[in-house]
């Protein structure tokens, strides 16, 4: 298992082939992931523990919603999507197609390109 951190918490990657990656995702409380989307990659994740908000915007059609224990979110390529923890401490199983550095962030408290 391969631990990154993150500024906003760390990704623990479990999982990588030249088809697929699995991700854990911890996201501290009250912090997030900047606004992204992905140019090839495909993502679905699910909540493992806490309460997830996740933001989707499709042409221009913004999307909020609370996730929570056991409930999952496909996220398609080209989806601009952000991930809050806003009440407490989230873990996210992210599974997704191996492309890692295929994010085009444009938002992100923390400063990142």
């Given at each position: 298992?391969?631990?990154?951190?993150?500024?906003?918490?760390?990704?623990?990657?479990?999982?990588?082939?030249?088809?697929?990656?699995?991700?854990?995702?911890?996201?501290?409380?009250?912090?997030?992931?900047?606004l992204q989307y992905h140019k090839i990659k495909?993502?679905?994740?699910?909540?493992?523990?806490?309460?997830l908000t996740l933001e989707t915007n499709v042409?221009?059609?913004?999307?909020?919603?609370?996730?929570?224990?056991?409930?999952?979110?496909?996220?398609?390529?080209?989806?601009?999507?952000?991930?809050?923890?806003?009440?407490?401490?989230?873990?996210?199983?992210?599974?997704?197609?191996?492309?890692?550095?295929?994010?085009?962030?444009?938002?992100?408290?923390?400063?990142?390109?």
């Amino acid at each position: 298992m391969t631990r990154i951190e993150k500024p906003w918490g760390y990704e623990l990657i479990w999982a990588k082939t030249d088809r697929y990656v699995g991700k854990i995702l911890h996201i501290n409380k009250g912090c997030s992931l900047s606004l992204q989307y992905h140019k090839i990659k495909d993502e679905t994740v699910m909540v493992q523990s806490g309460t997830l908000t996740l933001e989707t915007n499709v042409d221009g059609n913004i999307d909020i919603r609370v996730l929570t224990q056991g409930e999952s979110h496909h996220i398609p390529t080209g989806v601009i999507h952000r991930m809050y923890a806003i009440e407490n401490d989230v873990d996210v199983i992210e599974v997704s197609t191996p492309e890692l550095d295929d994010v085009v962030r444009l938002e992100d408290k923390y400063g990142r390109k």
